[in-house]
Every structure is written in C-alpha cells, then in structure tokens.
C-alpha cells in the first residue's frame, strides 16, 4: 500500500514532504546537531565498518563519541544493534538519537548516510561538519534510476556542507570532504565547496595475510587482526576522518589494532569444528567478490569452499540476483541458495533467479548447487557439506537481528545464533 501511494503521489510533492518533515524533526528536537562535530560517512560498501572504527579512534582519544550506522549505534561506551533495517533511521527517530547524544555529552557524531536516506532528504536536518566519500559502484541503481542519479544523490551530503558553520566552545568547527582518491568518482566528491579537503589512497600496496593485514599511514605501519585489503581501505579511510580532525598518529594506531573484529563483517564462529565458518554482510557484487578473492587467495588451504547466499527483494536491483550467483559459483565448490530478505517479493522467485546464475557457471542443482527456501535449513545443509579444512561462508545478512518478510514485517533473526545452535546439535 505504501509503496503504490509512492507510486502516484508526484515526486515534487512527495520531496517536499521529506523536506518538511526532516526540517520539523529537527525543530522539535532542538537542532541537536548544531552542538556537536558530525561526520557522514557515505559509499557503497564498507560504510558501517569506517563509522565504527572512526569511533573507536575517536574513543581511545578521550572524545565521547556517537554513532548510527546499519550494524549498531553507540553513545559513549553504550552500544545495541539497529533492528529497524534502514541505514538512516526516520527523521523523528534520528534526531530524537541525537538528541540523546548530546545529552550525554557526545563531542562527536558518526553518522552513516545512505544514498536512500538522502533521497528522502533525512539528512537536511542535520548539520554535517565533514563528508566522507569511500567508493561508489553500481549499487541501488534501480532505485535512483540510474548510476548517474546514485552518485548525484550522494553528492547532496557534500552539498549540504555549506550549511552554517558551528561555533563550539569558543572554536569555528571547519567543514572538510574526505575523499577516497583511489576511486575513480574520488574527484567528483572532491569538487564540492569546503573549508579544508583531504584525500586518501596507499602510498604502498598493504600486506595481506592469513591472519590479518598491515598497511601503512603517514610511514607508520599499523597491524590489524582484521582481514582482507577491503579492510585495510577501511582503516585508511578511518585513520584520514581522525588526521583531518587533528588526532594524532599514535593514536589513530591503538584505536586501529584494538579492533579485534567487526560484528557480522568476516566473523568467525567458533564452536569446535574442525572446519572453518564465516559470517559476512555482503550483499552486493562488489563486495562479495572481495570476500570471495580473500578466502580463495589468502584462507583457505587445501579444503573446499561453501557458500551460503541469496538475495534481497523489496525493490533492490534484481539484475544483481543472476550476479550473485555466478560469483558463488566462479569462486565455491557448493553453493546454498536461500531465502534473504524478501520483503513482499516472492522468495521462491529470488532463489530461482540466483540459482540461473549458479547454474550458468556450470553448476548442476542437487550436486554443487541447492535450493533451499528454509535459511536456516539452508545453513544446515552447508554445515552438513562440511568437511575438515573447508570453509563454510555464510553471507548477506552478517549481524543483521532481523529478517525482512512480506507485510512490512520483521522476523528474528542471526546468522550467527543459528549458526552457533546448528554446530552444537551437530
């Protein structure tokens, strides 16, 4: 229902809507954004985990620090998951947040903004000190209309920097883009109006290993436990955010190495099997072949890779379904295609359409490839395939507590939970 008065309502209407409401939210609460250095950090993958590692160098400074992102939200030490299935929360939601942060004092905020969100405009009403630009790759492109319309649409967050300077304790609060310029959109982000730009790339290709990654900032090596160049990018774009910001580099290196993993993002889960199995988010091409080149290249030994993955419905870019399957299928020796998100698109649908891509790279259904409309039943039958020295990835969902179902509808749930459960029975 809510989707077809979209549909009919004319555009020009419905964002003067989404204006009104984002510049109402933030007069009922005070304009709590005003009082505190926010950060918005946007791109196609990575966002959630920069944001949170922003915060934890921000933290290991001495900064009380907020956070909203897909994964969590954090005011100071207190953190709890996002259960709502939006990156940017409604705009009543959102500052209602961040009020609550300057309640509690927070000096700085980390705030995830997503292409979506500022289409509905939720970040009108929030006065950013600095824009970050991560990467850009053809993602929700069915939503804009276009790859074009999706770049223009981030490119309103580094628009809307020339909002009025804040004054805090006495200082001006300068406005500054971060920009990955290893990106080949790097230089649009960069041409936007600002008080200081700062651009991130590697000056030498970072050291991957089995075990994590290495990498160097300003000629200081930092050592991670996390794994995969994605992460490595990550940390990069985190440490720049917290250089730009005057944090010093020794700093930027403990709050980087104290991080032993990110929730949902490469987790392993640990319950005394003789084969290795990971829980990870990613839900997009891009993302997914990197996580796929980083277990083929760097994890896994002599043992076989099985893939749990699907794709999500609601409106998201349907040409990504074939996609995912074929990636799973170039990189895996079994793939489990299972429900994901759903939302009110037909799930049997979704698996059929993943499976076609499965079955173009030369999988056969019922050998190396099953359909399993259950997920957990899905994970089972992975869990089931292995063997000892495999790795069993399990992807698209990572931390996420909830799954999306028809009616506008969230059901419990944790690849992680389910997981853990299956391998204790097992």
């Not at 929030?126 to 209309?145: C, K, R, T």
């Not at 790279?361 to 020295?389: P, T």
Request: hydrophobic letters at 40%.
């Amino acid at each position: 229902m809510k989707q077809a008065i979209k549909k009919i309502i004319p555009k020009s209407l419905l964002s003067f809507y989404h204006k009104t409401l984002a510049k109402l939210a933030a007069f009922y609460y005070g304009h709590p954004a005003d009082s505190m250095v926010v950060i918005g950090v946007t791109g196609t993958k990575g966002k959630s985990s920069v944001c949170n590692m922003i915060w934890e160098i921000l933290t290991e400074a001495g900064f009380k620090t907020g956070l909203t992102s897909t994964m969590n939200f954090r005011i100071g030490e207190k953190e709890w998951k996002n259960k709502y299935k939006m990156t940017m929360l409604g705009r009543f939601k959102l500052q209602k947040l961040l009020k609550e942060m300057k309640q509690a004092s927070c000096q700085y905020v980390i705030v995830e903004t997503s292409s979506e969100g500022i289409s509905q405009w939720r970040h009108l009403g929030i006065n950013y000190d600095m824009a970050v630009f991560l990467n850009l790759s053809p993602e929700h492109i069915e939503a804009h209309g276009g790859f074009d319309n999706y770049k223009k649409a981030k490119g309103r967050l580094f628009e809307h920097l020339t909002s009025k300077q804040k004054l805090i304790n006495g200082e001006k609060i300068p406005k500054i883009i971060v920009a990955n310029e290893d990106d080949k959109e790097g230089e649009y982000f960069m041409h936007f109006p600002a008080d200081k730009k700062v651009g991130f790339k590697f000056s030498e290709e970072p050291v991957v290993l089995a075990d994590g990654v290495s990498f160097k900032f300003e000629g200081l090596e930092i050592n991670s436990k996390l794994l995969g160049r994605f992460n490595a990018e990550n940390m990069m774009a985190a440490a720049t955010v917290a250089k730009a910001l005057g944090i010093k580099n020794d700093v930027i290196k403990q709050g980087l190495e104290k991080i032993e993993d990110i929730p949902g993002r490469l987790e392993r889960i640990e319950e005394g099997q003789d084969y290795d199995v990971i829980v990870d988010y990613a839900y997009e091409p891009r993302s997914f072949e990197n996580i796929l080149k980083l277990i083929k290249g760097s994890l896994i030994k002599e043992g076989r890779l099985i893939v749990v993955t699907g794709s999500c419905g609601g409106g998201r870019d349907v040409a990504r379904r074939g996609k995912m399957g074929e990636l799973a299928a170039k990189y895996a020796d079994f793939v489990v295609v299972t429900n994901e998100d759903p939302y009110d698109d037909d799930p049997q649908e979704i698996i059929k359409d993943v499976a076609e891509g499965v079955k173009k790279a030369g999988k056969h259904e019922n050998v190396e490839l099953f359909s399993i409309l259950d997920r957990e039943k899905g994970i089972e039958k992975a869990l089931e395939l292995a063997k000892k020295g495999d790795i069993v990835l399990i992807a698209g969902k990572g931390c996420e507590p909830v799954m999306a179902v028809a009616g506008g509808k969230y059901m419990p749930w944790d690849d992680r939970d389910i997981t853990r459960k299956l391998l204790r029975n097992s």
